[in-house]
């Protein structure tokens, strides 16, 4: 049985996954702000990924530096790479007045914010097995809030989502997102899997975390 650990970086969570022989994986990474928080976190552990759940500032500001001091390979999905790669900015939309004002707060960080560039090294498809890293799982594809947006799904039932959904209060759509149609597919899928836990990206975590 896998270990997971909470991160709290600000209003972003960040989650340490522990496999049962030691090796550890990293799901998105924070701000820059919280960059040694994490890093303290991840140093005496075996790490083998830097999961990147979608190629928002907020999940990805901190990849270039973590690379490096942990010396360890960074995935994404393939849609998202030029998010990070290359410096490409994707508006969000919104439904709603309050989707609306999220995504137009949401849109200028992701213009002003700045994401130092790297380049990722493992491309995260649906239904790669996470095993390689020491992990009991496999990625699954979750686009709506970003095109590439990727989720990590647990053997023993638990699924990280990335901003697929959020967990305010209760896991739920995202309030901003690239393609609407796509994202409340991607939600459909996860709640037709019946998975145990949810752990968003942002808002509560499950209990026991």
């Not at 600000?10 to 040694?36: C, F, K, M, Q």
């Not at 901190?62 to 690379?67: D, F, I, R």
């Not at 960080?109 to 390689?132: C, Y």
């Not at 590439?148 to 997102?177: E, H, T, Y």
Request: hydrophobic share 35%.
């Amino acid at each position: 049985m896998e270990e997971i650990f909470t991160i709290s970086c600000g209003n972003a969570n960040v989650y340490l996954i522990t496999g049962p022989d030691g090796r550890s994986i990293l799901i998105d990474t924070g701000t820059e702000r919280y960059r040694e928080k994490v890093l303290k976190q991840c140093a005496a552990r075996k790490m083998t990924l830097i999961f990147l759940t979608h190629g928002h500032f907020d999940h990805c500001q901190n990849v270039a530096y973590l690379a490096r001091a942990l010396n360890c390979p960074v995935g994404i999905g393939a849609e998202d790479i030029p998010l990070v790669q290359a410096g490409v900015k994707r508006s969000v939309c919104g439904c709603g007045i309050w989707g609306q004002c999220y995504a137009a707060a949401s849109n200028w960080n992701i213009r002003h914010q700045k994401i130092p560039a790297f380049q990722p090294t493992v491309t995260l498809s649906d239904g790669m097995s996470l095993s390689e890293y020491g992990i009991d799982g496999q990625v699954i594809a979750l686009p709506g809030h970003t095109q590439g947006s990727v989720g990590a799904l647990l053997n023993s039932g638990s699924l990280f989502v990335g901003d697929a959904m959020q967990s305010i209060p209760r896991p739920a759509a995202s309030w901003c997102f690239e393609d609407r149609e796509a994202m409340e597919r991607s939600v459909s899928a996860i709640r037709q899997r019946g998975v145990s836990r949810i752990y968003c990206g942002h808002g509560r975590t499950p209990r026991g975390t």
